[in-house]
């Protein structure tokens, strides 16, 4: 008897849960049609649902729209169809299901699992508070531990919070069909969002919502029931806990019995469709809706990019065109430099020149040096000279040449990089900045040289001088002198040594020196050697005096930039403040810097005030700044 009273629950319940079909559902025997999440027309997807399991497939199923058969039909079957159905089953843990109730629930909960095989199944409790305990998953080892275990009970049916998160996992998913089955044998008591808020979620995903009341002393089915209607779900009650099960069961079959079905339309925007799917065996099920109308708003993909604004933008031809004239100039200028230069110079790394021919040539070139009448090279540009001066003073493995040419490569290469970050056609700009870069680092090499050569000086006196005393010849105690100096002192008197040798006169090669060192005491020295040729004398003794000046002088200097480091600190710091700040102010975010950035007036202010910064660290500079 008992196993017939649940054979007679079981079909009551099938029959309640059949009851409340959507409208395409005219009679019994007929399928069921439910919109699908995710297509976008002329692609549509429905849920078809069969009063009983059968093998369905493309060529048994017929869709026609306004009678007309559609395209790319596909019907998946509930097994193969991946993520497409997902169920989420609500159970309800409130403190009046506590004990058999909860424990019959979590039966029935089973027993829908085992009829829907291969299919998404989520379980959500809920009381007070909405509990996840088993995310969306097909593994039955994992669904069988999850409903294993009743959860605890709490205080409290927060039914729309659960139908909130329900909905969110079905969203999360990307499920095509989304099915809520949630049971409650009470009241909703607590929830933070309201009815309004959750259905408006559930019908945005396309859920079907399958309730099941369960009768108890504070039961209320009227909301219940209110919920599966507005979303396309069924309602059905049980009178106990004993029911729960086959009640799930019934649930579990009917929805194992449901099919996708995908196609593509034919119709035209702005047309009253009606929707005709005939299943062999069964009454048609006919649904009517409106092709929605075409939608020319633009879209992510159409909308411009910053790359597309650099592309179009006439700023990025005035830098391809400055960056081609820039190279095109630098390669004219190198063949220009190569065609005038001597044969001397273009076969002295191949032959031996003969010393004669040599020895004049340096002496012209010393004359000339002296004269100020630079050597012309690429153009007769005198900065060019200057350059390649430095260059090779600095101690550079590589020609001028070539380091302007890697500067050029490293300026274009550093701009493209820049405005790749910054995505900004400003970026450009900086690649104008690498020649000032370049020349900063040569000068600071010279200049570092340049100090180095003036600290050994005094020393290297000393030496000079003592070697003369020992009986040395001049050449010869220059020649002791070199020997025993540090770089660059070595190197710029072993220069000195080899002009004299091509004859030029000591003095002269002494004041050539003092140019390139740039060094006042170096010129006291060729004049004492001019001197000494001229007139004679106790040079030894005169050498004494220069190096005692010379140390003298440096011990100035020496007090004077300590006098002077807190006005050179106090240029930096006040040049480096407001840079640093607005620097600080453009990545913080805000948006504090746009009417400075934004508007001609603050452009304009922007400029006057980097020419005033400029203006007022170049007189504080010359301030600070006192020759010795």
Do not use: C
């Not at 005219?26 to 997807?45: C, I, K, M, Y």
């Not at 909960?109 to 809920?126: S, T």
């Not at 050449?475 to 000195?496: I, K, Q, Y």
Request: a negative charge; zero cysteines.
């Amino acid at each position: 008897m008992r196993l017939l009273a649940r054979i007679a629950i079981a079909s009551a319940a099938l029959a309640a849960l059949v009851a409340p079909a959507s409208a395409s559902a005219q009679a019994e025997g007929t399928v069921r049609l439910q919109p699908a999440r995710g297509w976008t027309f002329p692609d549509r997807g429905y849920v078809l649902q069969l009063p009983e399991r059968r093998a369905l497939n493309e060529a048994v199923v017929t869709v026609t729209e306004n009678g007309r058969e559609v395209l790319s039909l596909a019907v998946t079957p509930p097994d193969v169809s991946g993520k497409d159905f997902a169920t989420v089953l609500l159970v309800d843990a409130s403190d009046s299901m506590k004990g058999k109730p909860l424990a019959d629930a979590m039966e029935g909960a089973r027993e829908f699992a085992a009829r829907n095989p291969d299919q998404q199944l989520a379980v959500i409790a809920f009381n007070d508070r909405v509990q996840l305990l088993l995310p969306f998953t097909t593994d039955e080892g994992e669904i069988e531990n999850a409903l294993a275990t009743a959860p605890a009970n709490r205080y409290g049916t927060h039914v729309y919070d659960a139908l909130l998160e329900a909905t969110k996992q079905l969203t999360e998913l990307g499920a095509a069909s989304g099915r809520i089955v949630m049971l409650s044998d009470g009241q909703e008591l607590g929830s933070t969002v309201s009815r309004t808020e959750s259905l408006a979620a559930a019908k945005a995903a396309s859920a079907r919502i399958y309730t099941i009341g369960l009768q108890s002393f504070a039961f209320d089915a009227g909301y219940l029931q209110s919920l599966s209607a507005e979303t396309g779900g069924a309602y059905a009650e049980a009178t106990s806990s004993e029911d729960l099960e086959a009640i799930y069961g019934a649930l579990g079959t009917q929805l194992a019995n449901e099919y996708l079905l995908s196609y593509r339309s034919l119709l035209p925007p702005r047309v009253e469709a009606t929707l005709a799917v005939d299943v062999p065996g069964y009454e048609p099920a006919v649904t009517r809706y409106t092709t929605p109308a075409l939608d020319f708003t633009p879209r992510g993909t159409f909308e411009r990019e910053w790359v597309d604004d650099v592309i179009v933008s006439p700023w990025l031809l005035v830098f391809v065109l400055v960056v081609v004239f820039v190279l095109v100039a630098f390669a004219i200028l190198t063949a220009i430099d190569v065609r005038r230069r001597s044969i001397r110079r273009r076969m002295a790394q191949y032959v031996t020149v003969p010393s004669e021919e040599e020895s004049r040539a340096r002496r012209a070139e010393v004359a000339a040096m002296l004269a100020e009448r630079a050597h012309k090279r690429v153009g007769g540009q005198r900065w060019w000279q200057r350059f390649e001066t430095d260059v090779e003073l600095g101690g550079f493995k590589v020609s001028a040449l070539a380091l302007a040419a890697w500067t050029i490569v490293g300026g274009i290469a550093a701009s493209i990089v820049v405005a790749v970050l910054l995505q900004s056609l400003a970026g450009l700009l900086v690649g104008f900045a690498a020649p000032f870069v370049t020349r900063f680092f040569v000068s600071f090499r010279v200049t570092k040289m340049r100090a180095a050569f003036a600290e050994q000086l005094p020393d290297n006196l000393d030496v000079l001088a003592g070697a003369l005393r020992t009986g040395h010849a001049l050449m010869g105690a220059l020649a002791v002198m070199v020997d025993s100096a540090d770089a660059p002192s070595n190197t710029e008197f072993r220069r000195v040594l080899q002009d004299e040798q091509l004859g030029v006169p000591l003095d002269d090669a002494l004041r050539v020196m003092a140019r390139r060192m740039e060094s006042t005491d170096a010129e006291q020295v060729a004049m004492v050697m001019q001197l000494q040729r001229e007139a004679g004398g106790n040079t030894a003794e005169v050498l004494d005096r220069v190096a005692e000046t010379v140390r003298g002088r440096m011990e100035l200097r020496r007090l004077v930039n300590v006098l002077t480091a807190q006005a050179r600190i106090s240029r930096w710091i006040l040049t480096g403040l407001p840079i640093f700040l607005m620097v600080m102010l453009l990545f913080s975010g805000g948006d504090y810097l746009d009417p400075l950035l934004e508007t001609t007036v603050g452009l304009v202010f922007l400029v006057i005030g980097a020419v005033m910064i400029g203006i007022g660290s170049f007189w504080i500079k010359r301030i600070a700044k006192m020759d010795v």
